[in-house]
């Protein structure tokens, strides 16, 4: 416990060091305070009951649907934009511990080497978990201090959020092991963004496709592959209260995330340093 | 108690080149001991394998062949590695952590609890003669005579029971050298066995007790210092040496050396020195010195080094 949590805290330092996180920090504060702009929102007003949601005056049955709707817009674009500029941002989080001369003397410590790996993917997820948390439950206390409406459906989206970032980082970690290069770690995680919500639409895909055997390569692709907007129309379906018809997006996600995770712990420890 | 810190049989290191699958044997079939307590030199020219050598030991660089063991176990299991301390060459310290931090990152890493690293910290700072305002300053800011001390200190910090440095006098100057020096000797007499990889043949012979040779992968030589350097030849001064016998002696000699009227001559065998002597007598000149000639680490190492191709060369016809 004591090894993990200090290669956590390298992680956070690393990370303050590179201003990634202060980066994200100063994001998501901007965001929270266009929020409070837009809405209007300060310390006395807030507590006031008189609602002013984008500008718009409402009874309260159409803010229990206002704002969830509201906050779905701002969990979409924390998970599009946010999930893209976490990998951008911690790829060289990653790849930094494969260089030489810091890597060597990191292996001869009496940890190993899958500890050593997954201490480093759980301080990064940690580093991005912090500030999608902080964004999510800024805007989530802003709105209901504003509105009254205080669904928990939205926190947890955050939760989704993170998950798809450690399934992203999964793959950036299995490039860094292979390759050292966070230019290509990124290249990577953000070839998997675009092509799997072409992916998402598969039946309209297999209606194109003349052969079976195409038809069969999309069938295995999207599979196989994180289902990144499948996962996100989830999320806003959570938000929204409205039901979710399937899970396998996220648990077969989850499991590309595993495996992928899995085969770079596994090359890390083979590899020759 | 293992007799040996370091002990590899038959360790074999080949890497192959990705696309071309070329081989290169890097470490190639090794067995070495090296006894508890003992300061032990690793040398070998550029590219001969030292590093590789190191690193497979330390598990860094997983052998093809062979095995590597740290006091009785197989440095593969990170346990084996908790005695260890460890200064790398090239290192690349993250420079965003202060001295301090390092120490307390790499310490944490070594097992050690948090209010033991809070009192080793300032004393292996000090100790590697970093002040006061160097603990809590950046890596990036360092010297890199100041990186290597910490880096010392890092190696430090857990007391291992084993000490691997790998060039750890680079960049440092000589009053950091000496420094350095006096620490690995205190810490020779508390019993820890210090394993030395430097080029710096002088180094090596002040402080080991035995060396190694590796010559393209493979172990060259290998014993004491004083055994690998003893006896080489004789070593005569002479004064006052007339012209005529000068040139005869001097073509007698290995070598030698003339400087403000007197006459250095190295003789390979005891009766050529004895000659010597005779005909110096002979010749009325008085004889300065007379005394066993002892090899230098770089005679041995260069005679090593050069004959390791000539070897091949003849077992091959």
Redesign the interface.
Known sequence: MKTTIAIIRDTFREAFARRIFWGFFACCTLLLLFLMFIMRIDVVQGAVATVTVFGRNGPSTDLQQMVPQAQSVIAMILYFAGTALACFASAGLVSAVFEQGRIELLLSKPVSRIHLLLGRYAGNVLVVAANIVYLVFGSWIIFGIKTGVWGAQFPLSSLCTIFIFSVFLAIIVLIGVLWDSAAIAIMASFAVMIVTPILAQKSSLERLLSSEWSRDVVRVLYYTLPKFSDVSIIVRHMILHQPVESWMPVWSTAIFGVVVLGLGLWRFDRRSF | MPEYAIETEGLT?V?RGRFSGRELRAVDEISLRVPVGSTYGLLGPNGAGKTTFV?TV?????ATAGRAMAFGRDTRN?????P?G?L?E????????TGW?MLD??G????M?TAVRRKKIPEMLNLVGLDERAHHLRLGKYSKGMLQRVGLA?ALIHSPKLL?LDEPSDGVDPVGRKQIRDVLHSLEQQGVTIFLNSHLLAEVELFCREVAIIQKGKLALSGTVQELTSGSGYRIEGLHVPERLETELRARARSFAANNGSLALLFATREEANQAVDLLRAGGCEIESLARSRSTLEEVFMKTVEGAPQAAAQAAQ
């Open positions: 290191k890497f690193k330390l598990s860094c660089t997983h990170p346990e084996a590695r908790r260890i460890y790398p090239n290192h690349r310290f993250p420079t965003y952590m931090d990152f790499y944490a890493l070594s097992g609890d890092q691997v």
